[in-house]
């Protein structure tokens, strides 16, 4: 006869489950009883592994379906607990230091070989050459430096992801491009792929508040449209007590305001932009927000990721909105200093970004 697991089992994996949920990762055990009752459970559905030897209780890992970023923290820090000797690096590193890294990236964790201490290689975990000893601890994981980790990670994504680590990592610096290129140039000397970095980092912009607006901006750099002006302040026509902003603006030389909206999981998954709302009111809030932006005349560009990564996509939609090339007469005027765009002489209609703001005043 086939005999269920003890009482003191169940209460042993109960205790290992919920401590781990307490400090937010996942769960391990070195008692083989343990671990190979968690692999029944794991077969039975109570409980997931999400990398081997790791483990999760089904009902928080479904709770955190639309929170793929907390289901990777978990696990990044379930191993660095299950592997004290880890330094955490490139991809996994950058996602617990807050930097902007596709999920893609995050299916594997990410391990520094440090000098005198090179591990083995396991089922996914992606080791890398560690040129230096210097580690930080954050969250309870020992990882690489935040510049450095950002530095690892640019030279190995292509500029579209590279310039969403380098505008998250000039945001977390407070630098302009100039700064962060300075902070980087010193960090990569005579690395490979610095050249190239430094080339991201050129466009690199703070006020970007998430990795589709990066990627929007890097196709529009890409196919050389003239840059909109980010986080615009807007006011509400309905209650000026409640301003908003705009990812993007344009003001096109005829005074047409066209503003980009760049749909987006992290604006649904990123506490910091949801402020406590839940899906529902964040639909509803950016179509009051589109709805008042049309009434006083501008024209909306909302793109989604699948635009942002088609050349084509963006550059039809770019097109039909009236963006022109940075390198035409129209787009030559748009980015003058003396330009609506940059603050100077408003537009025919009186439009201006100044201050951050969009205002209309009187010509000059």
């Not at 380098?166 to 302009?176: S, Y």
């Not at 990812?247 to 949801?274: A, C, F, S, Y």
Request: aromatic share 4%; proline share 5%.
């Amino acid at each position: 006869m086939v005999r269920g697991p003890s009482r003191n089992t169940e209460l042993a994996i109960r205790g290992l489950l919920d401590e781990a949920a307490r400090d937010r990762r996942a769960a391990f055990s070195t008692n083989r009883q343990l671990k190979d009752a968690l692999r029944r459970r794991v077969a039975s559905g109570s409980v997931v592994s999400p990398h081997p030897g790791l483990f999760v209780d089904r009902e928080l890992w479904d709770s955190l379906e639309h929170a793929p970023g907390e289901r990777h923290a978990m696990v990044i820090r379930g191993a660095a607990r299950r592997h004290p000797g880890w330094v955490m690096c490139h991809a996994s590193a950058a996602h617990l230091h807050g930097l902007r890294v596709s999920h893609r990236h995050l299916d594997e964790l990410h391990v520094a070989d440090m000098p005198g201490s090179r591990g083995n290689s396991a089922p996914g975990v992606r080791r890398h050459y560690a040129r230096g000893v210097e580690t930080e601890t954050l969250d309870g994981v020992r990882m690489t430096p935040l510049v450095t980790t950002a530095l690892d990670v640019m030279r190995t994504l292509d500029a579209r992801e590279g310039l969403v680590i380098a505008d998250a990592l000039a945001g977390r610096l407070g630098m302009d491009a100039a700064g962060l290129i300075e902070s980087l140039r010193d960090e990569g000397r005579g690395l490979t792929g610095i050249d190239r970095t430094l080339k991201v980092a050129a466009h690199a912009n703070p006020l970007a508040e998430s990795g589709g607006e990066s990627m929007a901006r890097a196709m529009i750099i890409k196919l050389r449209y003239v840059l909109p002006k980010l986080q615009v302040w807007v006011r509400n026509v309905l209650d000026p007590q409640s301003p908003f902003r705009v990812d993007g603006m344009w003001i096109l030389p005829d005074g047409t305001v066209v503003i980009l909206e760049v749909d987006g999981q992290e604006k649904r998954e990123n506490e910091r932009m949801t402020r406590g709302r839940s899906v529902e009111r964040l639909v509803w809030d950016e179509r009051q927000r589109e709805s008042l932006v049309s009434a006083m005349g501008a024209r909306v560009l909302r793109v989604s990721f699948a635009n942002v990564v088609s050349e084509s996509e963006m550059a039809r939609r770019l097109d039909a909105f009236g963006v022109p090339l940075a390198a035409s007469d129209a787009g030559r005027v748009m980015v003058s200093e003396m330009s609506a765009m940059n603050g100077g002489i408003p537009a025919p209609n009186g439009a201006v970004i100044r201050d951050g703001w969009l205002r209309f005043e009187r010509p000059r």
